[in-house]
């Protein structure tokens, strides 16, 4: 009986592309306008519902 071992051989890891990067630049730049937007006219009771449920969502304490 004979052992083999298997190679995957080098990987290669390929660099983004500038459409690519552009892209995921965008799309960051809008979802953070858009948190930034959207908790800036939003009612502080709102926000704070929203933070508080959030935080018993996760089973943090916060009374």
Same mark, same amino acid.
């Given at each position: 009986?004979?052992?083999r071992t298997i190679s995957a051989g080098p990987s290669k890891? +390929? /660099?983004?592309?500038?459409?690519e990067i552009l892209r995921a630049a965008l799309?960051?730049? =809008?979802?953070?306008?858009?948190l930034v937007f +959207? /908790?800036?006219f939003a009612y502080?009771?709102?926000?704070?519902?929203?933070?508080?449920? =959030?935080?018993?969502s996760l089973s943090f304490p916060c009374h």
């Open positions: 009986m004979t052992a890891i +390929l /660099a983004p592309s500038r459409a799309v960051t730049f =809008t979802l953070g306008a858009g +959207l /908790a800036g502080p009771n709102a926000v704070h519902n929203a933070a508080h449920d =959030t935080r018993h």
